[in-house]
Protein backbone atom coordinates (compact mmCIF):
# COMPACT_ATOMS: atom_id res chain seq x y z
CA UNK A 1 0.00 0.00 0.00
CA UNK A 2 1.49 3.53 -0.81
CA UNK A 3 1.46 6.49 1.44
CA UNK A 4 -1.50 7.21 3.40
CA UNK A 5 -0.75 10.19 4.88
CA UNK A 6 -2.86 10.35 8.43
CA UNK A 7 -6.13 9.86 6.18
CA UNK A 8 -8.21 6.60 8.27
CA UNK A 9 -10.80 7.05 6.11
CA UNK A 10 -9.16 5.59 2.75
CA UNK A 11 -7.21 2.93 4.93
CA UNK A 12 -10.36 1.66 6.16
CA UNK A 13 -12.22 1.91 2.54
CA UNK A 14 -8.92 0.36 0.97
CA UNK A 15 -8.41 -2.59 3.77
CA UNK A 16 -12.03 -3.27 2.32
CA UNK A 17 -11.38 -3.67 -0.73
CA UNK A 18 -8.00 -5.53 -0.20
CA UNK A 19 -10.52 -7.80 2.18
CA UNK A 20 -12.49 -8.71 -0.34
CA UNK A 21 -9.68 -9.40 -2.89
CA UNK A 22 -8.42 -11.70 -0.77
CA UNK A 23 -11.52 -13.86 0.10
CA UNK A 24 -11.54 -15.07 -3.41
CA UNK A 25 -8.24 -17.02 -2.96
CA UNK A 26 -8.90 -18.39 0.39
CA UNK A 27 -5.67 -21.28 0.17
CA UNK A 28 -3.07 -18.30 -0.67
CA UNK A 29 -0.68 -17.44 1.99
CA UNK A 30 -1.59 -13.89 2.23
CA UNK A 31 0.90 -10.86 3.41
CA UNK A 32 0.58 -6.83 3.18
CA UNK A 33 3.33 -4.64 2.61
CA UNK A 34 2.87 -0.82 3.68
CA UNK A 35 5.66 1.72 2.29
CA UNK A 36 5.26 4.25 5.10
CA UNK A 37 4.56 7.72 5.16
CA UNK A 38 1.52 6.86 7.29
CA UNK A 39 1.75 10.36 9.60
CA UNK A 40 1.52 14.04 8.68
CA UNK A 41 -0.98 16.16 6.32
CA UNK A 42 -4.16 14.11 6.99
CA UNK A 43 -6.39 14.34 10.05
CA UNK A 44 -5.99 11.27 11.29
CA UNK A 45 -2.44 10.59 11.67
CA UNK A 46 -2.62 8.95 15.64
CA UNK A 47 -5.57 7.02 14.86
CA UNK A 48 -3.64 5.50 11.35
CA UNK A 49 -0.80 4.19 13.60
CA UNK A 50 -3.36 2.78 15.75
CA UNK A 51 -5.69 0.51 13.36
CA UNK A 52 -2.09 -0.53 11.74
CA UNK A 53 -0.44 -1.90 15.32
CA UNK A 54 -3.88 -3.58 16.20
CA UNK A 55 -6.82 -3.11 13.50
CA UNK A 56 -5.59 -5.11 10.48
CA UNK A 57 -6.64 -8.45 8.84
CA UNK A 58 -5.92 -11.47 10.68
CA UNK A 59 -5.00 -13.44 7.67
CA UNK A 60 -2.46 -11.12 6.48
CA UNK A 61 0.99 -11.34 7.27
CA UNK A 62 2.20 -7.55 7.62
CA UNK A 63 5.37 -5.55 7.34
CA UNK A 64 5.58 -1.96 8.09
CA UNK A 65 8.38 -0.16 6.22
CA UNK A 66 9.41 3.84 7.56
CA UNK A 67 8.72 6.21 5.25
CA UNK A 68 11.22 9.60 5.39
CA UNK A 69 7.98 11.61 7.43
CA UNK A 70 8.29 8.70 10.27
CA UNK A 71 12.03 9.31 10.16
CA UNK A 72 12.02 13.14 10.66
CA UNK A 73 9.32 12.61 13.18
CA UNK A 74 11.25 10.28 15.01
CA UNK A 75 14.12 13.00 15.38
CA UNK A 76 11.64 15.97 15.70
CA UNK A 77 10.94 13.76 19.24
CA UNK A 78 14.91 13.97 20.22
CA UNK A 79 16.37 17.11 18.15
CA UNK A 80 14.77 20.64 17.64
CA UNK A 81 16.71 21.03 14.35
CA UNK A 82 13.78 19.08 12.62
CA UNK A 83 11.21 21.09 13.65
CA UNK A 84 11.11 23.76 10.82
CA UNK A 85 11.08 21.01 7.97
CA UNK A 86 8.64 18.33 9.61
CA UNK A 87 6.55 21.09 10.56
CA UNK A 88 6.25 22.67 7.56
CA UNK A 89 6.00 19.54 5.39
CA UNK A 90 3.31 17.92 7.33
CA UNK A 91 4.03 17.59 10.97
CA UNK A 92 1.59 20.04 12.63
CA UNK A 93 -1.47 17.81 11.79
CA UNK A 94 0.31 14.72 13.15
CA UNK A 95 1.08 16.99 16.40
CA UNK A 96 -2.86 17.75 16.46
CA UNK A 97 -3.62 14.51 16.08
CA UNK A 98 -2.31 13.55 19.27
CA UNK A 99 -3.85 16.66 20.91
CA UNK A 100 -0.50 18.87 21.22
CA UNK A 101 -1.41 22.39 20.23
CA UNK A 102 0.93 22.85 16.55
CA UNK A 103 3.50 25.48 16.57
CA UNK A 104 4.49 27.43 13.40
CA UNK A 105 7.67 26.32 11.69
CA UNK A 106 9.26 29.81 12.72
CA UNK A 107 8.02 29.58 15.95
CA UNK A 108 10.34 30.65 18.52
CA UNK A 109 13.18 27.68 19.67
CA UNK A 110 11.02 27.96 23.54
CA UNK A 111 7.76 26.74 21.94
CA UNK A 112 9.34 24.36 19.38
CA UNK A 113 10.28 22.46 22.61
CA UNK A 114 7.11 22.74 24.16
CA UNK A 115 5.85 21.26 21.45
CA UNK A 116 8.58 18.61 21.86
CA UNK A 117 8.06 18.04 25.46
CA UNK A 118 4.15 17.47 24.42
CA UNK A 119 4.45 15.05 21.75
CA UNK A 120 6.68 13.42 24.15
CA UNK A 121 4.20 12.67 26.66
CA UNK A 122 1.12 12.32 24.25
CA UNK A 123 2.86 9.81 22.44
CA UNK A 124 1.71 6.24 23.73
CA UNK A 125 4.57 3.80 23.97
CA UNK A 126 3.12 1.61 21.64
CA UNK A 127 3.21 3.95 19.10
CA UNK A 128 6.58 4.68 20.34
CA UNK A 129 7.27 0.68 19.84
CA UNK A 130 5.89 1.03 16.09
CA UNK A 131 7.60 3.75 15.04
CA UNK A 132 11.22 2.79 16.52
CA UNK A 133 10.74 -0.93 14.99
CA UNK A 134 9.94 0.24 11.60
CA UNK A 135 11.97 -1.65 8.58
CA UNK A 136 13.80 0.23 5.87
CA UNK A 137 13.54 -2.33 3.18
CA UNK A 138 11.62 -6.22 2.38
CA UNK A 139 11.68 -8.56 -0.18
CA UNK A 140 9.49 -11.55 -1.35
CA UNK A 141 10.50 -13.04 -4.43
CA UNK A 142 11.37 -11.22 -7.65
CA UNK A 143 10.40 -8.00 -5.68
CA UNK A 144 11.99 -5.43 -3.45
CA UNK A 145 9.83 -3.21 -1.30
CA UNK A 146 10.94 0.30 0.07
CA UNK A 147 9.61 4.00 0.55
CA UNK A 148 11.38 5.85 -2.03
CA UNK A 149 13.61 3.99 -3.97
CA UNK A 150 17.33 2.64 -4.39
CA UNK A 151 19.98 3.79 -5.96
CA UNK A 152 21.26 2.70 -9.37
CA UNK A 153 24.36 0.42 -9.29
CA UNK A 154 24.60 -0.10 -5.31
CA UNK A 155 23.60 -3.95 -4.39
CA UNK A 156 20.61 -3.96 -2.64
CA UNK A 157 21.82 -5.12 0.70
CA UNK A 158 24.78 -1.99 0.40
CA UNK A 159 21.54 -0.20 -0.29
CA UNK A 160 21.50 3.29 2.13
CA UNK A 161 18.84 3.81 4.65
CA UNK A 162 18.84 7.87 2.93
CA UNK A 163 18.42 6.59 -0.40
CA UNK A 164 15.62 4.27 0.98
CA UNK A 165 13.55 7.48 2.00
CA UNK A 166 14.78 9.80 0.30
CA UNK A 167 15.69 9.21 -3.42
CA UNK A 168 14.19 10.92 -6.09
CA UNK A 169 15.41 11.81 -9.37
CA UNK A 170 18.70 9.41 -9.80
CA UNK A 171 16.43 6.63 -9.40
CA UNK A 172 12.84 7.72 -10.99
CA UNK A 173 15.32 8.07 -14.32
CA UNK A 174 16.73 5.14 -14.51
CA UNK A 175 15.68 2.13 -17.06
CA UNK A 176 18.46 0.10 -15.90
CA UNK A 177 17.88 -3.54 -13.77
CA UNK A 178 17.89 -3.07 -10.25
CA UNK A 179 18.51 -6.32 -8.93
CA UNK A 180 14.84 -7.18 -8.48
CA UNK A 181 11.40 -4.49 -9.35
CA UNK A 182 11.27 -1.81 -6.87
CA UNK A 183 7.95 -1.35 -5.14
CA UNK A 184 7.92 2.24 -3.90
CA UNK A 185 6.14 5.12 -2.69
CA UNK A 186 7.26 8.64 -2.06
CA UNK A 187 7.10 10.46 -5.49
CA UNK A 188 3.40 11.04 -6.01
CA UNK A 189 2.36 10.41 -9.65
CA UNK A 190 -1.72 10.32 -10.97
CA UNK A 191 -1.74 6.54 -11.77
CA UNK A 192 0.10 4.09 -10.72
CA UNK A 193 3.49 3.53 -12.34
CA UNK A 194 4.46 0.30 -13.86
CA UNK A 195 7.76 -0.18 -15.38
CA UNK A 196 9.77 -3.47 -15.91
CA UNK A 197 12.28 -2.19 -12.98
CA UNK A 198 10.21 -0.25 -10.62
CA UNK A 199 6.65 0.43 -9.76
CA UNK A 200 5.65 3.69 -8.02
CA UNK A 201 1.99 3.33 -6.02
CA UNK A 202 1.84 6.90 -4.69
CA UNK A 203 -1.37 8.33 -5.60
CA UNK A 204 -1.02 11.95 -3.42
CA UNK A 205 -3.85 10.25 -0.97
CA UNK A 206 -4.18 13.77 1.11
CA UNK A 207 -4.65 15.39 -1.21
CA UNK A 208 -7.01 13.25 -3.92
CA UNK A 209 -8.54 11.05 -2.07
CA UNK A 210 -6.83 8.40 -4.23
CA UNK A 211 -4.98 5.62 -1.97
CA UNK A 212 -3.36 2.74 -4.19
CA UNK A 213 -2.55 -0.88 -3.26
CA UNK A 214 -0.53 -3.01 -5.90
CA UNK A 215 -1.94 -6.94 -5.75
CA UNK A 216 0.99 -9.19 -6.63
CA UNK A 217 -0.47 -12.79 -7.40
CA UNK A 218 1.95 -15.02 -9.29
CA UNK A 219 3.12 -13.12 -12.05
CA UNK A 220 0.45 -10.85 -12.09
CA UNK A 221 0.08 -7.12 -11.29
CA UNK A 222 -3.17 -5.45 -10.50
CA UNK A 223 -4.35 -2.39 -8.56
CA UNK A 224 -7.03 -1.92 -6.02
CA UNK A 225 -7.41 2.05 -5.38
CA UNK A 226 -10.06 4.18 -3.20
CA UNK A 227 -10.95 6.15 -5.86
Known sequence: MGDIHGRLDLLDSLLDQIQRDADDAPNLLKSLVFLGDYIDRGPDSARVIERLIHGL??????????GNHEDVM????????????????????TLVSYGVDAPSPDASQARLAVAQQDLNHALPDHHRAFLTGLRSCASFGDYHFV?????PGVPLDRQRDMDRLWIRHEFLNSREDLGKVIVHG???ATEPESYPNRIGIDTGAYATNRLTALVLEGTERRFLCTV
Open 186 to 188: HTV
Open 57 to 66: PPMFSTVCLR
Open 147 to 151: HAGVR
Open 74 to 93: LRFLGDLRAAPGWLTYGGRA
